[in-house]
Nanobody, 123 residues
């Protein structure tokens, strides 16, 4: 499977962005978003199950970010509102193995990764 993340950019604090993760090669069930800020470890942001009925968020983004998916387009979205400078990072989407339907927060439980898209939030 190939995952293609897009939608990043340079915005000001308080602005919004929508990231997209387009998948090809196979169907996928659980998709997550992770981010890596300069000098920091990769961290979990959000994840969604196959039908969008279940989603989880990191505490740092809860109430500001919304994950969703359009299975007809094989695409998962991350709507990011009220962006803060501390949201600056490279954002990656990832998918768990197809047979798995349980959401996970650990990046080690995802086996397919996109190339990342840069999000920069200026103060």
């Amino acid at each position: 499977v190939q995952l293609q993340a897009s939608g990043g950019g340079l915005v000001q604090a308080g602005d919004s962005l929508r990231l997209s993760c387009a998948a090809s090669g196979r169907t996928f069930n659980v998709v997550g978003w992770f981010r890596r800020a300069p000098g920091k470890e990769r961290e979990f942001v959000s994840a969604i199950n196959w039908n969008g009925g279940s989603a989880v968020y990191a505490d740092s983004v809860k109430g500001r970010f919304t994950i969703s998916r359009d299975n007809a387009k094989n695409t998962v979205y991350l709507q990011m509102n009220s962006l803060k400078p501390e949201d600056t990072a490279i954002y990656y989407c990832a998918a768990r193995p197809s047979r798995v339907t349980v959401i996970a927060r650990s990046p080690y439980q995802y086996d397919s990764w996109g190339q990342g898209t840069q999000v920069t939030v200026s103060s």
